[in-house]
């Protein structure tokens, strides 16, 4: 039997979040908790894509190194998951051949990054769309459209990071101070989720405390009105599973019902 799934938003972090032993148990736990997906449907803050744009479906999909300055090491990791042909097909019944692109890009750092520590055996087909609008309704509706794939053991994820104020950090350690945009940024997100005030999420460039400093760029916050559109009513419970600061910025991340 096909388990339901939830709809998730994590903070995916820079390549060395494998090398954190705190994150990384935090991730591997969440996962276990979780009945094993038969796909999983991941948007990432790092590619941006109109039309709606589909990864891969290969098996092995190529990774790609979409970072610079780390350790060489980085730059030999391996994701080998399944090919996920009959969820691109299905998205695509879903949203119709004329609004997706199929590609033969390969996952993101957005996508690998946190799936070697939740999903690390690599033997669920994975499958990356691109965001194809900021437009928080727009992606908030576009994930209404995604729900039903969780009745079929889909396992959708919003890959961001709840703060990327990168411009103003002045510390770059992994258990750096946060500064005060950071935890006022996640601290009103969080009273928001657990009020469940989506409006009032989707107007966050004019209601959120330090928003220039939280997010310069958007692109890392966008993927949570997907996740939040996939969840089973406005109503649905949200769980917060990680909380807390790296590199002074919110890795809260959260799943909804």
Known sequence: ?????PALYIGHGAPLLLDDPIWS???ENW??????????????AHWESAPLALSSIEAGTPLIY????????FYNLQYRAPGAPELAARIQSILGDTETHQSNRGLDHGAYVPLL?????????VLQMSIPTFSPEKLYALGQKLAPLRDEGVLIIGSGFLTHGLPYLKEFRIEATPPAWSVEFDLWAKEILERGAIDELMNYKELA??????????EHFAPIFLTLGAASSPEAPITSE?????????????QVA
Do not use: C
């Open 209 to 218: 405390p330090g928003l220039p400093y939280a997010h310069p760029t958007v």
């Open 117 to 125: 520590k939740m999903f690390p055996q690599a033997d669920i087909p």
């Open 31 to 44: 996962a276990n908790r979780l009945a094993k997906p038969k796909a999983i449907l991941i948007v990432s």
């Open 242 to 254: 990680i909380d807390g600061y790296w590199m002074g910025l919110s890795k809260r991340s959260f």
């Open 66 to 73: 979409d970072f610079g300055g780390f350790a060489p090491k």
């Open 1 to 5: 039997m096909t388990s339901r799934q």
């Open 25 to 27: 148990a935090e991730l």
